[in-house]
């Protein structure tokens, strides 16, 4: 695609569980290689791009704590599944000759830098894609509103949720058959309705700061880089 991308700094949300495939757990040599090859085409058209990733494909915090661990330690074991699920896609890319770099919320220098505002608008300037690791560093935060966090720290234009369907439905679709998708929403209304996007800090932060929101399905070949093209898909959330 040679068309000229309307986005200049992008911020790419992708859950654990998109690297995990229909594996049930941990990380699919194929969807990950896929994930990554289909954000090198949204770099190739000149878009500068950071990342978030979840890291329910290993563990999630929520999860633990209502298993009876301790919220904290349980979210802080999560923030560490986001590492791996961060290393292993920085490697994908790498292997596609796109330079990656890994930034942590929490200290890890053997294997990440550090994330620091600065560095990591060097490193978009010049061409490289970031993943932010380690949510937000802390408990009880989710990696949507890390994302959200960092897109507005990197002064990003538009934040893309990378999901299993295809946009925002007025009701859950697979409990009721006549869901509609929406083509596009006002976070308050996503609010007042309570619907699923994204949790409730997260929708707030990027209300507050009116940073806008691309649902779609990362499923679909190009996806991803039709929406930094500038084509409507999905819903877009404002």
């Known amino acids: 695609m040679h068309q000229t991308p309307e986005l200049r700094r992008v911020t790419i949300k992708l859950s654990g569980e998109a690297l995990m495939g229909n594996q049930g757990f941990g990380i699919k040599p194929e969807m990950i290689s896929y994930v ?27 999860a633990g704590s209502s ?11 999560g923030m560490l599944a986001t590492v791996i699920n961060s290393l ?6 790498e292997q596609l000759e796109v330079p990656t770099r890994v930034q942590t919320a ?4 053997k294997v990440a830098e550090p994330f620091i505002m600065r560095k ?27 994302a959200v966090l960092r897109a507005n720290e990197i002064q990003g234009e538009f934040l893309i949720k990378a999901t299993n369907v295809d946009g925002v439905y007025d009701k859950d679709p697979e409990t009721y058959s006549d869901a509609r998708m929406l083509d596009e929403i006002t976070y308050m209304d996503v609010i007042k309705q309570n619907l699923r996007v994204m949790d409730m800090t997260a929708i707030s932060l990027a209300m507050e ?22 084509e409507k898909l999905g819903t877009r959330v404002y």
Not at 40 to 62: L, Q, T, W, Y
Not at 129 to 145: C, L, W
Not at 212 to 219: A, C, E, S
């Open 36 to 62: 990554a090859e289909e954000i090198a085409k949204a770099h190739g058209a000149g878009v500068e791009i950071s990342i978030v990733v979840g890291g329910g494909n290993i563990f999630r915090g929520v």
């Open 88 to 93: 292993a896609l920085c490697d994908a890319l």
């Open 209 to 230: 700061q009116s940073l806008p929101l691309q649902v779609l399905n990362l499923h679909k070949p190009d996806n991803i880089v039709k929406a930094v093209l500038g």
């Open 67 to 77: 298993a009876g661990m301790d919220r904290a330690s349980a979210d802080n074991m």
């Open 106 to 109: 929490i200290g890890m220098n």
């Open 120 to 146: 990591a608008i060097r490193h978009l300037e010049k061409g490289r894609i970031v993943v932010f690791a380690a949510g937000t560093g802390n408990p009880y935060f989710t990696t949507d509103t890390a």
